[in-house]
């Protein structure tokens, strides 16, 4: 099956330093990618959408100069916070397309201390 | 105001007994799909329904899209501790392009 790689898994930072994700899918073209942010025994909700070569998509009360995002080709998409506080301390997930289906990655632990 | 509202929220059962998540919403849509989620990890895809009334099943897993197309449920047969997790539904990628899950059933399976 199709597989999208996430990096890191777990990451702890330093408020007011950034952190860069990458979301790549290994097998096939993704002409989009979603970006998720997950808390604690909830689901996920959808930060934005990127698609390839075009700017991402944010959903509404996601700060779009605080989460970057790039998706530089139709296998990479990376998700910056920026000057990180712990408030952004979170289960953070991307989500590959192809076709009418979606796979995910394993998903980044972030923790800013 | 999330688009598929998901009932229950939270179950936990024991290790044998059975059980059934719904997800429903009052938009139509060309299709849902179920996934499944452990801690710590990714979203996986359980089935995609496609036709109204379409029963699928997966094992002890039993999936059914409402002949209106607006809800879906999935049962499960003599649940075992392997089937705790977060179960979410998601309608179709071509509404407004975007994946997007309903609120989620946390399960727990005690053995």
């Known amino acids: 099956g199709a597989v999208v790689s996430q990096h890191p898994s777990r990451v702890i930072c330093k408020s007011g330093t950034s952190v860069k994700i990458e979301c790549r899918s290994l097998?096939?073209?993704?002409?989009?990618m979603f970006w998720y942010r997950q808390f604690p025994k909830q689901s996920l909700m959808l930060m934005a959408t990127?698609?390839?070569?075009?700017?991402?998509?944010?959903e509404q009360g996601v700060e779009k100069d605080k989460f970057l995002i790039n998706h530089a080709s139709l296998t990479l998409s990376t998700l910056t916070v920026t000057s990180a506080h712990p408030e952004d301390s979170s289960f953070y997930i991307c989500?590959?397309?192809?076709?009418?289906?979606?796979?995910f990655g394993q998903g980044t632990r972030l923790t800013v201390v | 105001t999330q688009l598929l509202e998901q009932s229950p929220q939270f179950l936990s059962i024991q290790e044998g007994e059975n059980l059934t998540v719904y997800c429903n919403s009052s938009?139509?849509?060309?299709?849902l799909q179920w996934y499944r989620q452990e801690p710590g990890e990714g979203p996986v895809l359980l089935v995609t329904?496609?036709?109204?009334?379409e029963v699928k099943k997966l094992k002890r897993l039993t999936f059914q899209f409402g002949d209106a197309r607006k809800d879906s449920s999935l049962h499960i047969t003599a649940a075992q501790p392997g089937d705790t997790g977060l179960y979410l539904c998601?309608?179709?990628?071509?509404?407004?392009?975007?994946?997007?899950f309903g609120a989620g059933t946390i399960l727990r399976v005690k053995s």
């Open positions: 990127s698609n390839e070569g075009s700017k991402a998509t944010y």
């Open positions: 989500s590959a397309r192809t076709g009418v289906l979606a796979f």
């Open positions: 938009s139509v849509f060309s299709s």
């Open positions: 329904v496609v036709t109204g009334g």
């Open positions: 097998d096939f073209q993704a002409t989009t």
């Open positions: 998601a309608p179709h990628m071509e509404y407004g392009n975007k994946l997007v």
